[in-house]
């Protein structure tokens, strides 16, 4: 998903990572199995198969730690700014967040090909050092954010 | 020049594509994963199969002819355990390895190591199963239900079977997991829930399906083992348990257990027919509707499984009509199948013979089905070869059949290369014809009174079992030449463009043949 904001004070390129499952779908999705599972294991408990509750709690402490390993992905992002003379990349990854400053005037937008058709990836490059961006947009996207990016910086 | 590089792919080591044996060892891609699935559910086939040989030798005439009774009951307890924990459920998780990432532009399952760790788990428990065979007292001969109290008192190949069991189910549990996130988290943008294709809207429901039912399977076998080594007394009459509430246990897993084996078959249909009758899908919210109907059914049904152990004629009643419920939401996919091929411009190439195949045996199953479910004709006909028939009609010709569509459609898109059609074609009307050879009589010789799992048999019995036998032969040959066909397109042939079949539709067809390593690495747009 991508968001760019273009205002007064410059240029805001947001990227986020695709999740098709809010957190509220999460929710609901683990409570409908956890009422089931529990429902059905707490049934054979009453009936004397009391040991299908320690592995409904197994399989559901599993299933919580895979849900809650994508939500701390869900906040995921890229975030490319232009304002006056500075390009930040910044990134948010499991709550962790990198940011990278380049100078507009000596950075430089690197388009790879990375294969057949429109399949490119995007970088900020100045000063020897390069930092990869755009990770979740598509091909599509890339080129119209490279395209506008370079135009930004050219026009500097 | 130092590089800070998110995941951009040409510099990205762990996007590397690996080569050799550690490729597959270690490999967290799909594709490769869901290929080893589908060869290791092939090669269970054939052991399985065998095994089935085995049975048809000996039933071939009356009389002993090759084996003891004792490893008569083994061959059938492990043909059943082997096809349908370790040939049926893992062929339809490669089939969504491999296909469910492309059909909702996914670049891969939400847990690639996990679903690493739920595949190498399977060849450990095959292994238990098979070798159980050589350990005193052989393998365990009661039933692929493993009932209570026989198995209580069965030899060390019974524990390698609870074994075995419980480290497929830990598998299958890791795997519907994964499953699960991928569909719910991973889809294309645009792509909601009403425009995911069939054939991943059944494995959700399958995938939540196993989630419920497997802790199920899990204390049932467990309650087994502890029965016989640590002396608990939970199916032992005599100490106060219940030989009954094993059944009640395993079949409220058993039930649903059916339809994990079937409803991903109904997927792979209902993207076929659509595609080579060249309409869209007739009825595709009914057909949602239906399956998780089936599915929420599929828990209220179980007893139907054991109507003759004394229950009361209110419980027969209740399992008897609900169990007839089920042709409802059934019935509406037949007629959604048949209504998609209505007026529709069909030609015939292999994976629609299968399907269309499928359509015709599968639904005399579920006819036979239904005779079964009638508490006063189950009474009669329980545990004779008319039931054997039954469920073979569901799982062969309706899982097997559905399978062999599905590699023959999606073959070309996996490869890079068309399959032989004539070749193909001809591995359907062996595979029909033989089937129909085999278990088409078995209705007789049930309806006659032969009862299941017994190595002898009375002489008026003798023309139907070996027209069984020979057709049975047939079928388990017939299947090395379906071997043949996809050895012969993954090794060359005709090139598959990227939509092999002209209606086609879904965003599996849009990427090349074969299809890339690394496919929708960013989600494409669905509109």
């Known amino acids: 998903m991508q968001i760019a904001e273009v205002d007064a004070s410059g240029y805001r390129l947001i990227c986020r990572r695709n999740d098709s499952l809010s957190p509220r779908g999460r929710r609901l999705f683990f409570a409908s199995i956890v009422v089931v599972s529990f429902g059905i294991a707490i049934a054979w408990w009453f009936r004397g198969a009391w040991v299908v509750l320690p592995f409904a709690v197994i399989e559901m402490a599993v299933l919580y730690i895979a849900l809650r390993v994508l939500e701390s992905h869900a906040g995921d992002c890229e975030m490319v700014s232009i304002s006056d003379d500075r390009v930040v990349v910044e990134r948010y990854e499991r709550g962790r967040r990198s940011r990278h400053e380049f100078n507009r005037y000596w950075a430089q937008l690197v388009v790879r090909r990375l294969g057949p058709g429109d399949r490119c990836g995007l970088a900020l490059r100045s000063h020897g050092k390069e930092v990869g961006f755009g990770d979740y947009l598509t091909d599509e996207q890339r080129l119209t954010v490279a395209s506008e990016l370079r135009r930004r910086l050219k026009n500097y | ?280 899908l007739f009825g595709y919210t009914s057909m949602v509707y239906a399956t998780a109907s089936i599915a929420i059914l599929s828990f209220i049904v179980w007893a139907h499984h054991m109507f003759v152990v004394g229950m009361p004629a209110a419980g027969q009643l209740f399992f008897m009509y609900a169990t007839m419920l089920i042709a409802v939401p059934t019935g509406v996919k037949v007629f959604n199948w048949v209504a998609t091929m209505w007026k529709g411009s069909m030609t015939f190439e292999t994976p629609m013979l299968f399907s269309v195949g499928f359509l015709f045996v599968f639904t005399m199953g579920g006819f036979t089905g239904l005779v079964c479910a009638i508490t006063p004709i189950d009474i009669q006909i329980q545990d004779t070869y008319y039931v054997v028939a039954h469920f073979h009609y569901v799982l062969v010709a309706g899982s097997l059949f559905a399978l062999f569509a599905g590699v023959y459609f999606w073959l070309p898109k996996w490869t890079g290369h068309m399959y032989d059609e004539k070749l193909g074609k001809l591995h359907f009307w062996l595979s029909i014809i033989f089937f129909n050879l085999t278990f088409f009589v078995m209705h007789f010789l049930g309806l006659a009174g032969m009862p299941r799992r017994i190595p002898d048999y009375a002489p008026q019995f003798a023309d139907f079992n070996m027209i069984a036998s020979l057709g049975a032969f047939g079928f388990g040959l017939t299947q090395l030449l379906f071997l043949y066909v996809v050895v012969k397109c993954i090794r060359g042939g005709e090139k598959a463009p990227a939509k092999p079949w002209d209606g086609a539709e879904g965003l599996e067809w849009t990427l090349p043949s074969p299809a890339p390593y690394h496919s929708f690495e960013t989600p494409p747009i669905v509109k």
């Open chain 2, 1 to 280: 020049m130092e590089a800070v590089h998110g995941h951009d792919h040409a510099h990205d080591h762990g996007h590397d594509h690996p080569t050799g044996l550690m490729r597959w060892l270690t490999t967290t891609n799909h594709k490769d994963i869901g290929t080893m699935y589908l060869w290791f559910s092939f090669l269970m086939l054939l052991t399985g199969g065998t095994l089935a040989m085995g049975i048809r030798a000996e039933l071939f005439e009356p009389g002993m002819q090759f084996w003891r009774p004792e490893f008569f009951n083994q061959l059938t307890t492990m043909h059943g355990l082997i096809m349908v924990f370790g040939a049926i459920m893992p062929a339809f998780v490669g089939f969504a390895n491999w296909q469910i990432p492309m059909m909702i532009g996914a670049s891969d399952m939400a847990f690639a190591r996990m679903n690493n760790f739920s595949f190498w788990l399977l060849p450990p428990a095959a292994i238990l199963l098979v070798t159980s065979f050589f350990v005193p007292g052989g393998a365990t001969g009661a039933g692929w239900t493993l009932y209570a109290p026989l198995s209580v008192q069965q030899g060390m190949g019974m524990d390698l079977a609870i074994f075995a069991v419980h480290i497929m189910g830990a598998s299958s549990i890791m795997g519907s997991i994964n499953i699960i996130t991928t569909i719910l988290n991973m889809r294309a943008p645009g792509m909601t829930l009403m425009k995911m294709p069939m054939f991943v809207w059944t494995w959700l429901i399958t995938a939540y399906l196993l989630i419920a039912v497997m802790p199920v399977l899990a204390g049932a076998v467990t309650m087994l083992l502890t029965d016989r080594h640590f002396g608990t007394h939970f199916f032992n009459a005599a100490g106060g348990g219940d030989p009954v509430l094993y059944q009640h246990v395993f079949w409220f897993f058993g039930h649903p257990e059916v339809y994990i084996m079937i409803l991903p078959a109904f997927g792979i249909v209902s993207q076929i027919i659509p595609t080579f009758a060249r309409k869209p």
